[in-house]
């Protein structure tokens, strides 16, 4: 079914990236009458097996901001891409000994979605081949742009990347005009690294001594209950320095990733050694994926980092913008990455349509605006880190989580816990977030030394009366 398209503008647009966000970048703009041409160096994944497929395979979740953007759009369209998320309902926190503790996101059922992300992908590739004003192009590879076209429009230099024996045409640069360009293109963004060079851009790139490798979790051999684990929670085991979860998938099978400095990581490099880790460490887990699975994985799996960007501003003029990792990367812990490159696009959005489709003052507005809910949310993705790895596992830390729901019963919306306000509230800026936690947070600390002082008044109390009658 082709979509029935507004009102068509004559302005051109090409979007470098046909990831998650460039594909809703697509959407979006299309769905403002732009004509829309996005720029892809990879080939189609529908093209590619399914073998290929799995070996990419990294679950995200997907909560209110990127539902919000999602809606945004088109809720039907929304519907059909999102029709296999599964819910996570909160955490489920493994021990060492296989013990296992739930703890739940929301006061309200609240969830957080699992989906594969290539899946989605092609989700959102398939929505493209139903606009008549989307055109997507495999194969090509952004390597320069400038602003040498008619009006200061940008003139943008690919490469073909698609190896076609025996031609000419093999890696010959092919060059086109657009009235401006959105670069979608992923932490390492070429489009980005164009755009230095018009612009003063301030730019910050930061590894995290973290690496991670995918494992799998096969589904459960019983037909009737598929799930070896809790389906409708994300799973846990922490370890401090390191740790392990795993996200559930359609199918039954869970997809578990490893975090841990890369020091460790590179030091489990023999049989015996991943053995008495994971035996040590996940015995649990290692049931589930098996002895020589998590050996095979470990020592054959590529080993990926996590890098940090960030830069500002995002634009230069109404020519050219960077949204989603292109222009912040951050690490999975908050599992926001994608979230806020949807909200990116569904920001811009509003913001063309407030300008009235003067795209500089939109450009330059979404860029003054846009930049401390960018800085918020990678703070807090990087400090989720020690949130999930350590203080899960604390008795202090479940104490405050405790309070803070309390409070949160108490108050309504007055109050609202930090992971509420940044997974489920999607109304509330990312740098709101932070402004509003810090000083329940403060309060918090109050009412707990007040909970220690009356404890310590209290024993004090009973001493005396104890020492008292002696
Ligand atoms: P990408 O997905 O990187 O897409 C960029 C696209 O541009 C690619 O298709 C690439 O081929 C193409 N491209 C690159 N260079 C060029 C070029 N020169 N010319 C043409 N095309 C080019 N986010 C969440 O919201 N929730 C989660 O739970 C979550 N979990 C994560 C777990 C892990 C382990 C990791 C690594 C990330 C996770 N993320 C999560 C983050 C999320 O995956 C990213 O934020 C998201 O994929 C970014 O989308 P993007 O479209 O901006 O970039």
């Known amino acids: 079914i082709l979509i029935d398209e507004p009102e068509p503008r004559k302005e051109k647009v090409a979007i470098v990236g046909a990831g998650l966000v460039g594909c809703l970048a697509a959407l979006s703009f299309a769905r403002l009458g732009y004509k829309v041409t996005l720029y892809e160096y990879r080939d189609d994944p529908r093209n590619e097996t399914t073998v290929d497929r799995n070996l990419r395979s990294i679950n995200l979740a997907v909560s209110d901001r990127g539902i919000r953007a999602l809606n945004a759009v088109d809720l039907e369209m929304s519907i059909r891409v999102l029709k296999n998320i599964l819910p996570m309902r909160g955490r489920m926190i493994h021990d060492v000994d296989g013990h296992q503790t739930s703890m739940k996101y929301g006061l309200h059922n609240e969830a957080i979605n699992s989906i594969d992300r290539a899946y989605l992908n092609i989700e959102l590739l398939n929505e493209l081949d139903r606009h008549k004003n ?178 500002f501003p995002y634009n230069y003029k109404g020519k050219c913008i960077i949204v989603g990792d292109a222009a912040h990367s951050m690490v999975p812990f908050y599992g926001q990455g994608m979230n806020c490159g949807f909200e990116d696009v569904r920001v811009l959005v509003e913001l ?6 003067e795209l500089e003052s939109a450009f330059n507005e979404y860029s003054v605006t846009r930049q401390q809910d960018l800085d918020a949310i990678i703070t807090l993705a990087r400090n989720n880190y020690t949130e999930m790895s350590h203080n899960v596992n604390t008795t202090r830390y479940a104490v405050r989580k405790k309070m803070d729901a309390a409070m949160h019963l108490i108050f309504g919306d007055k109050w609202l816990p930090l992971y509420t306000m940044v997974s489920f509230r999607g109304d509330i800026r990312y740098s709101d977030c932070i402004k509003r936690s810090k000083v329940q947070g403060w309060l918090l600390s109050q009412l707990e030394l007040g909970v220690y002082g009356l404890g310590a008044w209290l024993a004090f109390k009973a001493i005396r009366a104890v020492v008292r009658d002696r």
């Open 352 to 357: 063309v349509k407030k300008h009235e489709y």
């Open 134 to 311: 989307i055109k997507v192009n495999y194969g090509l590879k952004l390597m320069k742009m400038d602003f040498s076209g008619k009006n200061g429009n940008p003139r943008i230099y690919f490469e073909k990347t698609k190896k076609v024996a025996n031609t000419l045409e093999e890696n010959a640069i092919r060059t086109f005009e657009y009235n401006f360009v959105i670069g979608a293109d992923g932490a390492y963004s070429a489009t980005r690294f164009q755009l230095q060079k018009f612009v003063r851009m301030d730019f910050s790139q930061e590894y995290m001594d973290c690496c991670y490798i995918e494992l799998y979790i096969p589904p459960g051999a019983s037909k009737k209950y598929k799930f070896q684990l809790h389906p409708n929670r994300l799973h846990i085991w922490p370890r401090n320095k390191f740790m392990l979860i795993a996200l559930p998938n359609f199918d039954g099978s869970f997809t578990s990733t490893f975090f841990g400095p890369w020091d460790l990581t590179e030091s489990l490099d023999t049989r015996e050694k991943v053995i008495d880790f994971f035996q040590t460490n996940f015995k649990d887990a290692v049931d589930l994926i098996g002895l020589e699975q998590v050996v095979e994985a470990f020592l054959t799996h590529p080993k990926c980092s996590l890098v940090c960007t960030s830069c």
